[in-house]
C-alpha cells in the first residue's frame, strides 16, 4: 500500500510539471500502461487529476482546492522567520519584514541590528510609502492600476534633501525598482539612514511583501550596503519560493 501511495505521490508531481500522457506516466513509473492508467484513474476518481479529449492528465480541482485552501494558513511573519534570522546574522545589520494592508506598507517583523544605534522603525508602524525602501519595493510590483491609485493618493512629505518630492520622481523611482529588482532609499526618510528592500512574492507572481537590509551612516555606506543584494534576493526569493513562487513565474503585469 505504502508504494502505491508513493507512486501516485511521484505522478501527482510529474503532471505538476506538465500535463502528461498514460505513456509518459507509465515511462515515469517504470511500469506497464495498464498500471500507470489503474494509478491514474485512482487520482482522477479522486478530482487529483483531470484528462481531457486526448487522454493527456493535469491537475485536479481538488488539488488546486487544497493548495488555496493551505495557503490561506501560511502567515507571511512565521514562514519568513528563518530566513530572516538567517540573513541578520550574515550581515550583522537591522533587517525588516513589511507587508500591504489596505493601501498602507506595515512592518510585521523586525531583527535589530549587533550596534548601539536603534532604528526608529517598529513592528505595526507604517512605512511611508515615498521614502522607505519597504514600501517602494512592494508599490513598485503592484499591477499598474493599484500602483497608480496609491502613488496619485500620496502627501509628499520631504524628510530630508534626498526626500522623493512628486508623483514624477516616485514613478519613476518606482521604474527604476522594478527594473533593478529591489528598491533602494539613500538619505530620504533619515538623513543618516540607507536601505535595500526586495520584494516577496506569492505563487501567482503577485506582491505579497518586503524584506529589507537598513544601516546607518556610521556603520555602512551605500556602496558597500548594494554588495549585500544578493544576500537580500537570497533571503526574499527563498520566501517567496515557500509562498510557491518560482524564478519564471509570471508577475503582476506592470
Given at each position: ?26 515511462s ?6 495498464s ?12 478530482q ?18 487544497l493548495?488555496?485552501a ?10 519568513a ?24 506598507v506595515?512592518?510585521?517583523?523586525k ?15 507604517s512605512?511611508?510609502?515615498?521614502c ?56 530620504e ?7 535595500i ?39 526574499s ?18
Amino acid at each position: 500500500m505504502s508504494q502505491t501511495v508513493q507512486r501516485a505521490i511521484r505522478v501527482l508531481g510529474l503532471i505538476a510539471e506538465r500535463p502528461s500522457s498514460i505513456e509518459r506516466v507509465a515511462s515515469f513509473m517504470g511500469t506497464h500502461r495498464s498500471t500507470a492508467l489503474r494509478t491514474l484513474q485512482v487520482l482522477e476518481a479522486e478530482q487529483m487529476v483531470a484528462r481531457d479529449a486526448h487522454n493527456v492528465f493535469r491537475l485536479g480541482r481538488r488539488v488546486i482546492s487544497l493548495a488555496n485552501a493551505a495557503l490561506e494558513y501560511i502567515d507571511l511573519r512565521t514562514v519568513a522567520a528563518p530566513f530572516l534570522t538567517k540573513l541578520s546574522h550574515e550581515v550583522e545589520h537591522t533587517i525588516h519584514l513589511a507587508m500591504l494592508e489596505a493601501d498602507t506598507v506595515v512592518y510585521i517583523d523586525k531583527r535589530e541590528a549587533r550596534q548601539t544605534v536603534r532604528m526608529y522603525s517598529r513592528i505595526g508602524n507604517s512605512a511611508p510609502l515615498h521614502c522607505t525602501g519597504v514600501a517602494k519595493a512592494i508599490v513598485a510590483f503592484l499591477p499598474a492600476e493599484d500602483r497608480d491609485r496609491i502613488a496619485g493618493d500620496i502627501d509628499f512629505v520631504v524628510h530630508t534633501e534626498n526626500t522623493l518630492a512628486s508623483l514624477d520622481e516616485y514613478l519613476k523611482d518606482l521604474e527604476s525598482t522594478r527594473d533593478r529588482g529591489y528598491a533602494i532609499d539613500h538619505l530620504e526618510h533619515e538623513p543618516w539612514v540607507n536601505c535595500i528592500a526586495a520584494p516577496v512574492f506569492e505563487a501567482s507572481g503577485s506582491v505579497l511583501g518586503s524584506v529589507s537590509i537598513t544601516t546607518t551612516t556610521l556603520s555602512c555606506d551605500l556602496e558597500t550596503l548594494l554588495t549585500m543584494v544578493p544576500r537580500l534576493f537570497e533571503t526574499s526569493r527563498g520566501i517567496s519560493r515557500e509562498f510557491g513562487w518560482t524564478d519564471d513565474a509570471d508577475r503582476t503585469d506592470p
